[in-house]
């Protein structure tokens, strides 16, 4: 029988981690295609710039998002060939860490979402508020809160200020595992995971987009 895992998506707001639940669970068959077309007219009535339609039918209970962003933990069953999941989709704000961390006290997994257009040298970022250090203090959080299995996701790999290389993501990797093994993580168990919440690349199957990466997919 499949295995129930608790897993924890967490990262910095404006990441990406409710885009990325979004398009998971759509690949994954928990949303359909109708779902998707309604939350894309949705958010295209409300004119919101921080919402698409994967990041806003994760969160479509109005109680657990204020201005685009999540502010409670937001909890969805997500089945793969390997386990049954509950996906927990955390607030980023800092201002609602202790629910982050209650989050984290229930999970098995952390996914580790890092924005990869806000680490990667030379390229301008507006949208995101993913300090170069900050980012940081949640995978602390997790790591007090007993987590050991965590997987990397480096997010907006397609973002058109970055299109990432091979030699910017080993340079990410490098950069963002010598915190994380400061931290006290083993490095060695941890993959990084290139991705595009937005397009769905590298979730539930290798993307052609990142044709030098040959480790594991995200529900691998």
């Keep these: 029988s499949n295995n129930h895992i608790n897993v924890a998506v967490i990262g910095s ?5 409710s885009t990325l639940c979004g398009h998971l669970l759509y690949q994954c068959g928990t949303f359909d295609n ?33 201005n685009g962003m999540t502010v ?3 909890i969805h069953r997500l089945e793969t060939p390997h386990s049954v999941c509950t996906l927990i989709d955390t607030p980023g704000d800092e201002n609602y860490r202790q629910i982050t961390t209650t989050a984290l006290g229930q999970a098995d997994v952390a996914i580790f979402v890092v924005d990869s257009t806000a680490h990667v040298e030379g390229t301008v970022t507006t949208a995101t508020s993913d300090d170069r250090f900050g980012y940081l203090e949640v995978a602390q959080i997790a790591h007090d809160e007993g987590i050991r299995q965590l997987i990397v996701a480096l997010t907006k790999v397609d973002d058109q200020g970055v299109h990432l ?20 993580f083993e490095l060695s168990a941890i993959p990084f995971i290139p991705i595009s919440g937005l397009n ?11 044709p030098w990466y040959d480790g594991p997919y995200l529900t691998q």
């Design 13 to 17: 707001q404006r990441s990406g981690k």
């Design 34 to 66: 109708l779902s998707i077309d309604n939350s894309r007219d949705e958010v295209t009535s409300a004119r919101s710039s921080s919402m698409n339609e994967f990041s806003f039918i994760v969160s479509s209970n109005q109680s657990k998002r204020q």
């Design 72 to 74: 409670d933990n937001v």
């Design 165 to 184: 290389s091979e030699k910017q993501y080993h340079n990410l990797v490098e950069n963002v595992g010598f915190s994380l093994d400061k931290i006290g």
């Design 200 to 210: 769905g690349n590298n979730l539930v199957h290798r993307s052609p987009g990142t």
